[in-house]
C-alpha cells in the first residue's frame, strides 16, 4: 500500500497539449530520454510505466525516476546551470564515506532532538519497535484526492550506477537537505547496504525503492536512524507517535523509502 498523499494540490488546467513551463524547464535541464505523463493520467499508470522501465532499464542500460514538474524544482536546476554546476565533476567525484555522513547527521540531529520535538529524553523519542505501516507503492506523485498532483516525467537516466542519477537531478542542498555530493554517497551507501534505488524526485521529496523489507531487527533500528539523520522530517512529520522506534517497524514491512523535506 500506500502511505503518503501531498496535501498540495496543482490547479493549473491543461491546455491543448501545451505543456507547463516547468515541465519544459526540466525536459531540456536533464536532457534524457523520458514519458510525459499529464494531469488527466492515472497514478496507476506512473507506477506501472516506472515498474516496465525498471526493468528494461537492466537490458538497455538506465535507471528510470520519476520527477514532478513543479516550479520549485525547475527554478532549482535553472539556478544550478546559471551556477556553472558540473554533472561531469559531480559523476567523477568521490562518492563513498555514505555511513560517515549519515552518522555524522544523526548526531547532529539528535543533539537538540529536544528542541525540535518537545521530548524529554532520548528513550521516549526512540520509542518501541511497532506502530509502523506498511508502504509499498510509490506515492511522491500522488495528491491528496488521490491523483495525479501534476504533470510528472519519467526520464529514462544513462547511468551504471542508481546512485548517479544524483548527478542529473542534484535536488537538495536547502536547509537540512544534502547537497548533491552528500546525496550521492549516501545514496550509493544505501544501494550497497539494502539495494535502495531513487525512484521518485521532487523539490522536496525523494522516494526510493527496494525488493524487499528489512528483515532483522537490529538493522532496522540502524536505519531508522540513518533515516532521521538524513531527513528528521521523516520522523517529526510523517509518523504518528513522532519516534524512531515506528519508522524502524514499518522499514521491517515496507518496500518503499518515503522522505519530505518541510
Excluded at 1 to 18: K, V
Excluded at 47 to 62: D, M, N, P, Q, V
Excluded at 80 to 105: C, H, M, Q, V
Aim: with cysteine.
Amino acid at each position: 500500500m500506500g502511505l503518503f498523499f501531498d496535501d498540495r494540490e496543482d490547479d493549473t488546467e491543461e491546455t491543448g497539449n501545451t505543456l507547463k513551463e516547468a515541465t519544459i524547464g526540466i525536459i531540456n535541464n536533464v536532457g534524457c530520454p523520458h514519458q510525459i505523463f499529464r494531469k488527466s493520467s492515472t497514478v496507476q499508470e506512473v507506477r506501472e510505466a516506472y515498474s516496465e522501465a525498471l526493468e528494461r532499464g537492466k537490458k538497455e542500460g538506465f535507471y528510470p525516476v520519476v520527477v514532478l514538474c513543479d516550479e520549485t524544482l525547475e527554478d532549482w536546476l535553472a539556478i544550478l546551470e546559471n551556477d556553472e554546476y558540473s554533472r561531469e565533476d559531480t559523476l567523477a567525484g568521490d562518492s563513498s564515506g555514505g555511513k560517515e555522513i549519515l552518522d555524522r547527521r544523526y548526531q547532529e540531529a539528535i543533539s537538540d532532538f529536544g528542541k525540535d520535538w518537545g521530548r524529554k529524553s532520548i528513550e521516549e523519542f526512540m520509542g518501541t519497535l511497532s506502530g509502523g505501516k506498511e508502504i509499498s507503492e510509490l506515492s511522491g506523485f500522488v495528491g491528496f484526492k488521490g491523483k495525479l498532483l501534476m504533470e510528472t516525467l519519467l526520464f529514462e537516466i544513462p547511468v551504471k550506477n542508481p546512485w548517479e542519477i544524483i548527478a542529473y537531478l542534484p535536488m537538495g542542498g536547502w536547509n537540512e537537505c544534502p547537497e548533491a555530493p552528500d546525496m550521492m554517497a549516501i545514496c550509493r551507501y544505501w544501494y550497497e547496504q539494502y539495494g535502495a534505488i531513487p525512484a521518485v524526485i521532487s523539490a522536496d521529496i525523494l522516494e526510493f525503492v527496494v525488493e524487499q523489507p528489512i528483515q532483522d531487527e537490529e538493522k532496522a533500528w540502524e536505519l531508522a536512524k540513518q533515516h532521521y539523520g538524513f531527513c528528521m522530517d521523516r520522523v517529526g512529520q510523517c509518523t504518528e507517535t513522532c519516534t524512531v522506534g515506528e519508522l524502524a517497524d514499518s522499514l521491517q514491512k515496507s518496500t518503499v523509502w518515503y522522505f519530505w523535506w518541510d
